[in-house]
C-alpha cells in the first residue's frame, strides 16, 4: 500500500525527530558525509538554529501523516544545492522519490546540485528518477565513516 507523503514547514516539535534519524548508525553509514559527531544535541540544535535562519527552504517529510524526514535546498544562488533525510524505517518505500520530487515544485530554481555517497545506490537512484545527473566525482573524509570515501556530483539542469 502507498504510503501519502507530503510536505509542511518545519516546527519545534519536528527537531526531536530529526535528531533521532540524524543520530541513527547506519543511516549515517550510509550518508557517510555527516557532522563529526551526530550524537551532540547541542551542536544538531545550533546548526538547525542557523539553518532555520537562513535562506534555505526546508520542509518537513511527513509519510501518511507521520514526521519521517526532513528535505531543503540551501547554499549561495550559483550553488544551491539539495537534501534530505529520511528514517531508515521508511527507506525504500517511495518516501524519499516523493518528498524531493514535493521540494522540486516548491523550488523552481535551476540548476540544483546533489552529493551522494558512490555506494549509496539508494540515494543515487531517487536522486535520477528526480530527473538528476552525474555530472562529477570527488573523494573527501567522511566523518560517518572514519575514511576518505568517494562521492557523486549530481546536477538538475533548467
Known amino acids: 500500500m502507498a504510503l501519502s507523503v ?7 516539535s519536528d527537531l526531536p525527530h530529526f535528531f533521532r534519524h540524524m543520530s541513527d548508525p547506519e543511516s549515517n553509514r550510509m550518508a557517510a558525509f555527516t557532522c563529526e559527531d ?3 544535541r547541542a551542536s544538531f540544535d545550533a ?22 524526514g526532513h528535505t531543503a535546498v540551501y547554499g549561495p544562488p550559483e550553488e544551491r544545492e539539495v537534501t534530505y ?3 531508515r524505517a521508511y527507506w525504500g518505500r517511495g518516501v524519499a522519490t516523493a518528498a ?6 516548491l523550488v523552481p530554481t535551476r540548476p540544483l546540485h546533489a552529493r551522494a555517497a558512490a555506494d549509496n545506490a539508494g540515494s543515487i537512484r531517487v536522486l535520477e528518477k528526480c530527473g538528476f545527473t552525474v ?17 557523486l556530483l549530481l546536477t538538475l539542469a533548467g
Open 135 to 151: 555530472t562529477g566525482k570527488d573523494r573527501g573524509f567522511a566523518h560517518a565513516r572514519g575514511a576518505q570515501t568517494d562521492e
Open 6 to 12: 507530503a510536505l509542511r514547514e518545519v516546527l519545534d
Open 38 to 40: 551526530p550524537t551532540d
Open 85 to 87: 533525510v529520511i528514517d
Open 100 to 105: 524531493l520530487g514535493a521540494l522540486l515544485e
Open 47 to 68: 546548526h538547525w538554529a542557523r539553518i532555520r535562519a537562513s535562506d534555505a527552504v526546508i520542509r518537513t517529510v511527513l509519510a501518511d501523516g507521520l514526521v519521517v
